[in-house]
């Protein structure tokens, strides 16, 4: 198991890592922060495929086409921390050794959206004001990593569930019977 976890949760967290450097870098003059979030999340789900992946090939070569609804997520769910936790240092060395301004660029961004719509002054400084203290916060690498596996993780528990839930396969009476 312990193999196809780590090998199944490195490509996974290469592959949404990957995506989100090469994406930063990508638009790096004007990050496009309104479509950022699609983009993001469909590249977490396209490498939570491997907790798919992962599974049925425990699954099928080490149990023998089958496997309970809590061994299947156990599995799904050690891919998923693996890859979350590539992704989380990819972020931390993108963030702290290339983009250290990224909130600062994010709250230029949310204050010009706010702005455009009409927002009054009152609405726009209590946004710089909550802004400013997050920028705060996230130049902590503790905070700023509990912070990005709070966007992976829930992603990769609902994939990790359904993997478990298509992929259960429980023993037929018939063959036990039979051996």
Known sequence: MKKIVLVCGAIAGLIAGGWAVFYIYLCSNKMDFDNGEIYGYTAMIVAFSLVFVGVKNYRDNNLHGQISFGKAF?????????????YVVLWLIDYYCFISNFAEIYTAHVLDKLKASG?????????????????????NPFFNAIMTYCEIVPVGLIVALLAALILKRKTKLNDTVTA
Do not use: D, N
Not at 74 to 86: F, P, R, W, Y
Not at 119 to 139: D, G, Q
């Open 119 to 139: 927002a009054s002054t009152v609405v726009i400084a209590k946004k710089a004001k909550e802004m400013a203290e997050f920028s705060r916060m996230y130049k």
């Open 74 to 86: 156990q599995v799904g769910i050690l891919i998923v921390m693996v890859a979350s936790t590539i």
